[in-house]
């Protein structure tokens, strides 16, 4: 089965040291593999993603991911964190459909709350 | 440019009763789905539509019907709302040439 798996429900860090939040994932074939933000009482915003090409992958707001095909991992990671980014994030992989057209469906990972202290 | 526009933000429901929330996109976009959002459970996918006049069933459809008449409109029908529907409801929208999907602010629903 198709899965996505974030080991943490939240990763605290001091405002300017590096964070990472971890994802896993368990697909058939190549992953097409995204992060989304979401802040208090809003909707998800993409952050970045991982189709094809180099593994590491940057994104908005100075954050990136490295997609690692044999640990199947896409950790999203960020050099300073800031206070502002304290939200929830969710790793989310495209549903492989073995059939006529690709609907373009997500599984995603449960979130991790990342609290970024002063 | 609006995105992808929900309606209403919040609403609280008594059991047995039903109602629609609102999806509408101006972005042109052929892909369309309904979500919902629970407390460490991440988010599940209620229904979704590849096109106008077509839609199909995700992980958690029970309780829900949707319908696609027009490109810009997915609304999301709840009839005999139940206690297990509260939550939050995310529509979703993606060009047919891109795999990233666009949010709306969510439909936060109580049903008590």
């Known amino acids: 089965a198709q899965s996505v798996a974030q080991p943490e429900d939240q990763v605290n860090v001091a405002e300017g040291n590096p964070l990472t939040v971890k994802c896993t994932y368990s697909?058939?074939?190549?992953?097409?593999l995204f992060w989304y933000v979401q802040y208090p009482n809003r909707g998800l915003q993409f952050l970045l993603k991982?189709?094809?090409?180099?593994?590491l992958v940057k994104g908005s707001y100075g954050f990136e991911a490295e997609f690692n095909k044999s640990q199947t991992s896409f950790h999203l990671k960020k050099p300073s964190a800031l206070v502002s980014d304290s939200a929830l994030y969710f790793c989310?992989?495209?549903?492989?459909?073995?059939?006529?057209?690709?609907?373009?469906?997500?599984?995603f990972g449960q979130g991790t709350t990342l609290q970024v202290k002063p | 440019n609006a995105g992808v526009t929900q309606t209403p933000k919040f609403r609280i429901l008594k059991i047995g009763q039903s109602m629609t929330l609102q999806c509408a996109q101006d972005?042109?976009?052929?892909?369309m789905y309904w979500y919902r959002q629970d407390p460490g459970m991440g988010l599940k996918l209620i229904y979704y539509?590849?096109?106008?006049?077509?839609?199909d069933k995700g992980e958690v459809p029970n309780g829900y019907n949707v319908s696609r008449s027009t490109t810009e409109d997915f609304p999301l029908r709840l009839e005999l709302a139940a206690p297990s529907q509260t939550s939050v409801y995310f529509c979703?929208?993606?060009?047919?040439?891109?795999?990233?999907?666009?949010f709306g602010p969510g439909t936060r629903l109580t049903v008590l």
């Open positions: 991982y189709i094809t090409g180099d593994n």
């Open positions: 979703a929208s993606k060009g047919s040439y891109t795999d990233t999907q666009y």
């Open positions: 539509s590849v096109g106008a006049g077509i839609t």
């Open positions: 972005m042109n976009h052929n892909y």
């Open positions: 697909v058939s074939g190549n992953p097409y």
């Open positions: 989310a992989v495209r549903f492989l459909y073995h059939g006529s057209g690709n609907t373009g469906k997500l599984i």
